[in-house]
């Protein structure tokens, strides 16, 4: 007879495109979700945690293929209920189609405008690269239900407090500011955009705003070819152009060259490109009202500026769009020097609540992309991947652990954060050992001797450490990185040593 097989083992293994988070990583996102959110919220905003599963028909044109509804996000079916079929179902793609669906649901019940913010994981089911992942943490503010370009010029202010209050400095970022009804105008002027029928040309501009989207990689030049005939890459590959004509291409061209050395001459120069444009004018009206809100805040050019080159990417954008960009220099993979790059975006969506209500409803807002953030800051230095542990008490007869535990109750009381040893205490070299794998900045040491003389040894880890990496023979006896003291000064010594040690 046959030996049954044996059920293989599971792979320890994260499924591919996903990641999993450590200590310091987690502590650091979460210390910069708390300070964005309390700008968000010192700006009036209410927070807000929605379901991360949302019907595929909520998600609507938030997926890259509707035809497809599990193609780009993760979706499944649910169970057919007697005669009806059941729903499809998705991992939330974003943060702002639930957004939608949440003010549409319950907007009897909320104020208008409605301002709220919300943070945390979406899923995307697309082939994953580097520093690509399937989940990644989003963190959004948006304004529902107010049309003034008011709310849009806060949003700025409010992504310029965001990006200083985590540790980016003043210099170090712009918040760049376009609009989209500007780029209409110029697209109805060039000649691709008819307003009597939108739909008309729609291939000819989805190529234009691809091809102005890529100046940053590709320059002018490219961008060009990209309007006329088409492009062939370094690699020999070749890409459609949106097949323009020189005259058409001049005007597109004009329009992303058209910033000048202070936002009233860019505003003036965007005037003279959409003259003739009524939805264009509407445009450069509104981006005019947001620089002088933002002149009024005391916003100026040096953190906030107009600039044509900002399209964002995302079709639903009907008027204003912004774009926070870090300005300062980095190294990528290979070495070459390179600015960091944009870390958050956002615009206006008026027609984003309409799929449900079918009325228009105004709205409003930015999602800053947590995890470049969080690499700008540790290339700006502003975090370090060293994580100082807790303190760990070290276990020298385990008759005693009720005082051990006194002890680690003592510090935690004060604020320290603090442990037990709480692994086979027989070594006490592996105590140490741990200690050094939780990067603990002091042990504490107490044996039957030190509890009856009501003495006990705190060991300063981190300058044990710096001594024996550094020091000679006769420096190490100089510099004791071991202190006796009595029991009752336990939390004053350890607090010192934190102190010295920062």
């Given at each position: 007879m046959a030996k049954p097989k044996k059920t293989p083992r599971p792979k320890a293994e994260t499924p591919k495109g996903f990641r999993d988070y450590f200590g310091a990583e987690v502590t650091q996102r979460a210390e910069m979700l708390r300070k964005i959110a309390g700008v968000y919220h010192r700006y009036g905003f209410d927070a807000l945690e929605s379901s991360g599963v949302e019907t595929v028909g909520a998600l609507g044109k938030f997926l890259p293929d509707v035809d497809r509804p599990n193609e780009g996000v993760f979706a499944w079916q649910e169970d057919a209920d007697a005669d009806k079929t059941g729903d499809w179902l998705a991992l939330r793609y974003d943060l702002t189609a639930p957004l939608a669906r949440v003010y549409a649901q319950h907007r009897n019940d909320l104020p208008t405008p409605y301002r709220r913010y919300a943070m945390g994981p979406v899923w995307r089911n697309e082939k994953p690269g580097p520093g690509r992942f399937r989940q990644f943490y989003q963190c959004d503010a948006d304004t529902v239900g107010a049309p003034s370009v008011a709310a849009d010029a806060e949003i700025c202010a409010m992504l310029a407090d965001c990006l200083e209050e985590v540790g980016i400095e003043r210099g170090d970022y712009i918040v760049r500011v376009n609009n989209r009804k500007v780029l209409n105008g110029v697209m109805e002027v060039a000649g691709v955009l008819d307003p009597s029928y939108p739909d008309k040309f729609a291939s000819e501009r989805g190529i234009v705003l691809r091809a102005i989207d890529k100046l940053d990689r590709l320059g002018l030049d490219g961008v060009r070819a990209l309007l006329g005939a088409g492009r062939k890459d370094d690699s020999g590959d070749f890409t459609d152009g949106a097949g323009l004509t020189d005259t058409q291409a001049d005007v597109v061209m004009g329009f992303m060259q058209a910033k000048r050395e202070t936002g009233a001459e860019t505003v003036e120069r965007l005037r003279e490109l959409v003259e003739g444009s009524a939805v264009g004018l509407q445009g450069v009206d509104e981006l005019e009202t947001i620089a002088d809100l933002m002149a009024a805040g005391g916003y100026g050019p040096d953190r906030v500026e107009i600039d044509p080159s900002v399209v964002r990417g995302l079709g639903y954008y009907t008027g204003p769009v912004f774009e926070a960009e870090l300005t300062f220099e980095i190294k990528d993979d290979k070495g070459r020097v390179r600015n960091f790059g944009s870390v958050a975006g956002g615009g206006r969506y008026d027609d984003l609540v309409k799929r449900f209500t079918g009325q228009e409803?105004?709205?409003?807002?930015?999602?800053?992309?947590?995890?470049?953030?969080?690499?700008?800051?540790?290339?700006?230095?502003?975090?370090?991947?060293?994580?100082?542990?807790?303190?760990?008490?070290?276990?020298?007869?385990?008759?005693?652990?009720?005082?051990?535990?006194?002890?680690?109750?003592?510090?935690?009381?004060?604020?320290?954060?603090?442990?037990?040893?709480?692994?086979?205490?027989?070594?006490?070299?592996?105590?140490?050992?741990?200690?050094?794998?939780?990067?603990?900045?002091?042990?504490?040491?107490a044996g039957g001797d030190e509890f009856d003389s009501g003495m006990i040894q705190i060991k300063d880890l981190i300058l044990g450490a710096k001594i024996a990496e550094n020091a000679t023979l006769e420096e190490w006896k100089d510099q004791p990185s071991q202190y006796e003291v009595p029991r009752a000064d336990l939390v004053a010594k350890v607090r010192k040593i934190l102190e010295l040690n920062r």
């Amino acid at each position: 007879m046959a030996k049954p097989k044996k059920t293989p083992r599971p792979k320890a293994e994260t499924p591919k495109g996903f990641r999993d988070y450590f200590g310091a990583e987690v502590t650091q996102r979460a210390e910069m979700l708390r300070k964005i959110a309390g700008v968000y919220h010192r700006y009036g905003f209410d927070a807000l945690e929605s379901s991360g599963v949302e019907t595929v028909g909520a998600l609507g044109k938030f997926l890259p293929d509707v035809d497809r509804p599990n193609e780009g996000v993760f979706a499944w079916q649910e169970d057919a209920d007697a005669d009806k079929t059941g729903d499809w179902l998705a991992l939330r793609y974003d943060l702002t189609a639930p957004l939608a669906r949440v003010y549409a649901q319950h907007r009897n019940d909320l104020p208008t405008p409605y301002r709220r913010y919300a943070m945390g994981p979406v899923w995307r089911n697309e082939k994953p690269g580097p520093g690509r992942f399937r989940q990644f943490y989003q963190c959004d503010a948006d304004t529902v239900g107010a049309p003034s370009v008011a709310a849009d010029a806060e949003i700025c202010a409010m992504l310029a407090d965001c990006l200083e209050e985590v540790g980016i400095e003043r210099g170090d970022y712009i918040v760049r500011v376009n609009n989209r009804k500007v780029l209409n105008g110029v697209m109805e002027v060039a000649g691709v955009l008819d307003p009597s029928y939108p739909d008309k040309f729609a291939s000819e501009r989805g190529i234009v705003l691809r091809a102005i989207d890529k100046l940053d990689r590709l320059g002018l030049d490219g961008v060009r070819a990209l309007l006329g005939a088409g492009r062939k890459d370094d690699s020999g590959d070749f890409t459609d152009g949106a097949g323009l004509t020189d005259t058409q291409a001049d005007v597109v061209m004009g329009f992303m060259q058209a910033k000048r050395e202070t936002g009233a001459e860019t505003v003036e120069r965007l005037r003279e490109l959409v003259e003739g444009s009524a939805v264009g004018l509407q445009g450069v009206d509104e981006l005019e009202t947001i620089a002088d809100l933002m002149a009024a805040g005391g916003y100026g050019p040096d953190r906030v500026e107009i600039d044509p080159s900002v399209v964002r990417g995302l079709g639903y954008y009907t008027g204003p769009v912004f774009e926070a960009e870090l300005t300062f220099e980095i190294k990528d993979d290979k070495g070459r020097v390179r600015n960091f790059g944009s870390v958050a975006g956002g615009g206006r969506y008026d027609d984003l609540v309409k799929r449900f209500t079918g009325q228009e409803v105004p709205a409003t807002g930015v999602s800053i992309g947590v995890d470049r953030l969080l690499a700008a800051l540790h290339a700006k230095g502003r975090l370090t991947s060293d994580a100082v542990g807790p303190v760990v008490v070290t276990v020298m007869d385990k008759a005693r652990m009720a005082d051990y535990q006194a002890m680690v109750a003592e510090l935690r009381q004060a604020g320290i954060r603090a442990e037990v040893y709480l692994g086979n205490p027989k070594n006490f070299g592996n105590q140490l050992k741990y200690a050094d794998r939780r990067d603990s900045p002091v042990a504490v040491i107490a044996g039957g001797d030190e509890f009856d003389s009501g003495m006990i040894q705190i060991k300063d880890l981190i300058l044990g450490a710096k001594i024996a990496e550094n020091a000679t023979l006769e420096e190490w006896k100089d510099q004791p990185s071991q202190y006796e003291v009595p029991r009752a000064d336990l939390v004053a010594k350890v607090r010192k040593i934190l102190e010295l040690n920062r």
